[in-house]
């Protein structure tokens, strides 16, 4: 059964809220505008309190003021702005106030009126009027609504409080109507079990960068401006009221700093440099300061994603354990570099929620994570059938001690990145008064209840604010830290983790996975060679972890097949940096001896090899094979004793390795001369000299017998 909220009833009950909210509002100043060159999203599905599209042809109504709720006696305040689109007079212009009601569960809360068809007001204001209207001009009403003039449509039935669908429609002379539609909570006193919420904000965003560190479009110049939304972004969780947890991504951060100290862009097909005063690079600067100061914040925790946002489970399923790992090592160190923030290391956020069994256990055993936050469809187990399930839940099925998982709530979370209608206070107050639709499924019970709001995108930033704020002003709510929320909400009935089809199909294929499994393979070998602190091994690891996204392969296949090819493509370049000298020629004057062999390092790391000489004329001292530590851009020789077989020029094959024999760097072949004489030579002359001297002595002294 899925987590989509749908078909769960509201309890009939009296629920009390705070009086202290009275009057408090959701008002358009407040509610940024969106971010400068943001799209703005279509609207995903109808639901409660969708503001429909203004006719070009005839009115046009926006909410510019919407108080959270209604408590107890007060006043229910709604300020509008109505704007003339036609190309005519608007004249006897009315707005009209009607409430309907009580909606019985969130879904009949999420498809608003049009899910009821001929449905009837239980109550109807008297129309305000307002002045002739020129075309363009437009105009604001506020409508005031006494608490006490809608008793008996609030109370209808015995029942008191809940969420109450409401319509304002505009109508004028011989032009069409128009309607917004929200939705009023009402209660009559403070509740002594609020309902706990806490947020997840994600900063993130898909590799800009190349993998040779040069940045080959602006948008992420774009996205950091001022007014970008980014930018716009961090400056509405900034200026949050709320408690909340920042989850910024570590490749994301990086980025922002490389372009903070000046960075390399492509114009034209051609490197052009943009120096650390340039104004672009000050915005990136001010945007990486801004998250730094929201995550020193005292009502702020701050949860480190996967560095680059990798397939962790199909990482694992690969036998891929150590990059499983790194994804999250590195993350994490990379928060505490560039933020200055500790952060919440028992937590973690996988990407896209997606977790099965055995990650969940490497998780555990290798990054100490307590609390996954999991996607309600890696979830299967018991569900409560009359009320949304609670955020935290036990979990059962892991082999490791992790016995709790977070669960953001599907629709609420997926409002904020898609939100169904373009009035941003429409959708705020909608969003509000969908927890309290859950606030009122159990309005009696002594659990702690709560929800938790994840969006797994960048939200619009125009709602995060508003959002935030609404949340600290809604008297049914109780805005917590994560922590908090952890240790007040009581468990939802036990889950298991499940895997679906559908979330396999979507990991990265297992011969993209070879790939990457041999990469590392290359790469674990470099590292042997030069230490894992050298600077080209840190930036193949990086692109190698960026190759391990599955979102990244999916919406850019060729992007992550680049990061991918660099690492073995610049892995190879680096290895070509490394030579024998063979310029030098080597003689050898006696059977046995030491000969010199020269590696030379023209790279700018310095690294550390084995050389190994094989030789079918000679044999080399094996014991004398290294490892050797090579300078940058230096030699380094090193004394090799042999022993020769045979006189003359004799080839010797040097191979070069990374320590351990793991990958061959470079191959080349020595011609040795040797001039020394083997025993059995030696032999051989001195028997011919006696026999030379044996043969002529007998021929002088026969001779000199015959003469005499």
């Not at 006696?73 to 009580?102: C, E, G, P």
């Not at 909570?185 to 590799?207: G, H, M, Q, S």
């Not at 999250?328 to 929620?353: C, H, M, N, Q």
């Not at 929320?485 to 559908?502: D, G």
Request: charged fraction near 20%; charge should be positive; hydrophobic fraction near 40%.
């Amino acid at each position: 059964m899925s987590r989509t909220r749908s078909g769960k009833p509201f309890a009939c009950a009296a629920i009390m809220a705070c009086a202290a909210a009275c009057g408090l509002s959701l008002s358009a100043p407040a509610l940024a505008s969106r971010a400068e060159g943001e799209a703005t999203p279509a609207a995903a599905r109808t639901v409660g309190v969708a503001s429909p599209s203004p006719t070009p042809a005839g009115l046009a109504i926006n909410a510019l003021e919407i108080p959270p709720g209604l408590v107890g006696d007060s006043v229910y305040r709604m300020r509008l702005r109505v704007t003339n689109r036609s190309k005519r007079r608007a004249t006897n212009i009315r707005l009209r106030f009607s409430l309907y009601s009580r909606t019985r569960s969130r879904s009949e809360l999420r498809g608003g009126l049009r899910g009821r068809p001929g449905a009837r007001a239980d109550y109807q204001a008297a129309p305000v009027e307002l002045a002739d209207l020129a075309p363009g001009e437009d105009a604001e009403a506020t409508l005031e609504v006494p608490a006490s003039s809608m008793s008996e449509a609030l109370t209808a039935g015995g029942e008191v409080g809940g969420v109450f669908p409401v319509r304002v429609s505009a109508s004028a002379g011989g032009l069409p109507d128009q309607v917004l539609e929200t939705a009023l909570v009402y209660l009559p006193r403070p509740p002594d079990n609020p309902l706990r919420i806490t947020t997840i904000w994600p900063f993130t965003e898909p590799p800009h960068q190349q993998p040779s560190g040069t940045f080959a479009t602006d948008e992420l110049v774009r996205l950091t401006a001022s007014r970008g939304p980014l930018s716009a972004y961090a400056a509405a969780l900034a200026s949050s009221i709320a408690p909340l947890t920042l989850a910024p991504q570590a490749r994301l951060l990086e980025e922002l700093a490389s372009m903070a100290n000046g960075f390399t862009r492509q114009v034209g097909g051609k490197p052009q440099k943009v120096s650390s005063d340039d104004t672009r690079a000050q915005a990136a600067a001010a945007l990486l300061g801004r998250l730094r100061q929201i995550a020193a914040r005292q009502d702020v925790e701050v949860l480190p994603l996967a560095y680059a946002q990798g397939d962790l489970v199909a990482l694992v399923r690969a036998g891929l354990l150590a990059d499983e790992s790194k994804q999250v090592e590195i993350g994490r160190d990379v928060i505490k570099s560039l933020l200055s923030a500790t952060f919440l290391s028992e937590y973690f956020w996988p990407p896209e929620g997606a977790l099965d069994v055995a990650t969940l256990d490497v998780l555990a055993g290798s990054s100490g994570v307590r609390v996954p936050i999991v996607d309600a469809r890696f979830l299967a187990g018991r569900r409560v059938e009359f009320s949304t399930p609670n955020s935290l839940t036990a979990l059962s099925g892991s082999g490791t001690a992790v016995r709790t998982a977070l669960v953001p709530d599907a629709d609420l979370s997926s409002d904020l990145v898609s939100p169904s209608s373009d009035d941003p206070v429409v959708t705020v107050q909608r969003m509000l008064a969908e927890t309290a639709g859950t606030f009122f499924e159990l309005p009696y019970s002594s659990d702690v209840r709560g929800l938790l709001i994840a969006p797994s995108q960048r939200p619009v930033p125009g709602l995060v604010e508003p959002f935030l704020r609404g949340l600290v002003l809604a008297p049914w709510l109780k805005p917590q830290g994560l922590r908090a929320f952890v240790a007040e909400v009581h468990l939802a009935p036990s889950e298991r983790l499940v895997y679906p089809p559908t979330a396999a199909r979507n990991e990265l294929p297992a011969s993209y996975l070879g790939q990457v499994r041999e990469a590392r393979r290359r790469l674990t070998n470099y590292a042997e060679a030069v230490g894992s602190d050298a600077p080209t091994y840190r930036r193949f690891d990086r692109n190698l972890l960026v190759a391990e996204s599955a979102q990244l392969y999916r919406n850019d296949h060729d992007l992550a097949n680049a990061f991918l090819r660099s690492v073995t493509q610049e892995l190879t370049a680096e290895y070509r940096k490394i030579r024998v000298s063979v310029s030098t020629r080597i003689t050898l004057t006696a059977r046995t001896g030491q000969i010199p062999v020269t590696l030379v390092n023209s790279s700018s790391t310095p690294v550390t090899v084995e050389a190994h000489l094989t030789s079918t004329r000679a044999r080399p001292d094996p014991t004398t094979a290294g490892p050797f530590e090579l300078p940058a851009h230096g030699a380094q020789t090193f004394r090799v004793s042999i022993e020769t077989l045979t006189t003359g020029t004799i080839p010797l094959r040097v191979e070069v390795f990374t320590p351990g024999g793991g990958e061959r760097i470079t191959t080349s072949t020595l011609a040795l001369r040797s001039t020394a004489y083997s025993r059995a030579a030696v032999i051989a002359v001195l028997g011919a000299a006696v026999f030379l001297v044996a043969y002529w002595g007998h021929r002088l002294l026969v001779r000199g017998s015959r003469g005499g």
